[in-house]
């Protein structure tokens, strides 16, 4: 039985690897399993919200993706002895994949069981993301090359690698300010005014319903990338703060009213140009330090003590 030592199993997982196993025979069982943030454990009672299920032996699939399953699985000794076992290489991820890939090569009856037997931990200092990823990649397909034909050999890392071209960023909108990978995409929604503007009031009903407060997702792939965003655009408060971000869109593509208003204000000394007004209507879009010194130098600004 393996597995890692920050996943939560859960309390009947043993005696279902047992059962199937008995039932099927088979040499090698993987399971499904539920994805889970933090530093505590997961609630029992809380409904399962990120579920992944894994084919089982698609051999041809898993030259891409590990549809195989996790490293959560139930080995027979003998198969063990007969595969030597998982490679050693130090600091190079996505060994269980590179296992399941040469059992089901060579012949292994490898089942994945439907059903989640464990809660996945998602961790920034995880192996799966502290670890080179092209690394990873290569060594999964070590099996398949030993496997095929010389000649196929450049056709297979080929296929393989422009898959995972595809997946860390082509399908992802294109960004000047950084390169865009799976996680840079995620970051840009997590770190938005109007995510964080309303993080406490999810953290608040998380505890309210014994959830733990939400922590950064960890992604690795577009796929993966795309569905935590679409989660939080289809979220309560990401759909509250909506049209806070049309008028911010709006002030962006118009400069000009609210930058003829400044002046006008100033010009005159009436209150309407408080620092209340100008600087929640400036600050936010950069126009702050450049109006202000059009309206110092008008000599009519009424606080400019207020000002940074």
Known sequence: MF???????????????????????????????????????????????????????????????????????LVRRSALHSLGGFSEDYGVGFEDWEFFARAALQGFHLESIPRRLFWYRMSPRGMSASTDPNAARLRVMQPYLQAAPAPLRDLLLYAHGTYHTWQCGAALPFSHTHPQTPQAFVDDYWQSASWRSTRIFRNIFSRFRGRPKEARPIVHTTAEAWEVVNRMQQSISWNITGPFRALRRLLRRHRWPLYAFVLVAAYFGRPLATPIYVRAGLTEFGYCQHCLRRARRLGRCKAPALWP
């Open 3 to 73: 597995m890692d030592d920050d996943d939560v199993a859960q309390s009947d997982e043993i005696s279902v690897f047992m059962q199937v196993a008995l039932h099927t025979g088979a040499d090698i069982l993987t399971c499904s399993m539920e994805r889970f943030s933090g530093t505590e454990p997961p609630s029992v009672d809380q409904p399962p919200r990120n579920i992944q299920v894994f084919l089982g032996p698609a051999v041809a699939a898993g030259a891409f993706r590990n549809v195989f399953g996790p490293a959560n699985a």
